[in-house]
């Protein structure tokens, strides 16, 4: 069956970075998108950006552009996401998703808060 | 980045209701949206993808309309269940941008 394990939860300092992994079983890790999405408390959700597995290419919202980074590691099916520049804005909880495009398969979450 | 504009935020209704949604895209996306229905504490489950098609085991009263810049997604018959916030979401040139959400309560 279809899994997307992500890594715990992480509590960090403003300025700090973040780096959350999302690894991919049960399925072609190269056959699918996975994009990044992130929900604040109580707030909405928020498309961050898309890696395709194979080749590696990405595409960022607008709003994170310069703070973000997405790779893949394709010998162990993961993906991370990379983000840096923390402030307590981004505490979220931050879900890795698989899609052709639409998303139709969700991680289970991480939830990143940042603190002083 | 396309704007997509959800409407109402809010909408109160009651069990047997026939509820509509509507997503407004800032620019043309083909038919390229996808609903989704969220629960307090759990992940977006895909209710609709390429503005119309049914995902497998989605109950028969959900559906999807629409295309270009305007779309709509129909609850025929409104369920226990079916009380949650709904999010539209465009994957238009390879973006994502989701809709601001639709809380959907008990009237």
């Known amino acids: 069956q279809v899994q997307l394990v992500q890594s715990g939860a992480e509590l960090k300092k403003p300025g700090a970075s973040v780096k959350v992994s999302c690894k991919a079983s049960?399925?072609?890790?190269?056959?699918?998108?996975i994009h990044w999405v992130r929900q604040a408390p109580g707030q909405g959700l928020e498309w961050m950006g898309i890696i395709n597995p194979s080749p590696g290419s990405t595409a960022y919202a607008q709003n994170f552009q310069g703070r973000v980074t997405m790779t893949r590691d394709t010998s162990t099916s993961t993906v991370y996401l990379d983000l840096s520049s923390l402030r307590s804005e981004d505490t979220a909880v931050y879900y890795c998703?698989?899609?052709?495009?639409?998303?139709?398969?969700w991680g289970k979450g991480t939830l990143v808060t940042v603190s002083s | 980045d396309i704007q997509m504009t959800q409407s109402p935020s809010t909408l109160a209704a009651s069990v047997g209701d026939r509820v509509t949604i509507t997503c407004r895209a800032s620019?043309?996306?083909?038919?390229?949206l996808a609903w989704y229905q969220q629960k307090p504490g759990q992940a977006p489950k895909l209710l609709i993808y390429?503005?119309?098609d049914l995902e497998s085991g989605v109950p028969s009263r959900f559906s999807g309309s629409g295309s270009g810049t305007e779309f709509t997604l129909t609850v025929s018959s409104l369920q226990p269940d079916d009380f949650a916030t709904y999010y539209c979401?465009?994957?238009?040139?390879?973006?994502?941008?989701f809709g601001q959400g639709t809380k959907v309560e008990i009237k």
């Open positions: 049960g399925y072609t890790f190269t056959s699918y998108y």
């Open positions: 979401q465009h994957y238009h040139s390879y973006s994502g941008t």
């Open positions: 620019q043309n996306i083909n038919n390229q």
């Open positions: 390429r503005a119309s």
């Open positions: 998703a698989r899609g052709g495009m639409a998303i139709d398969f």
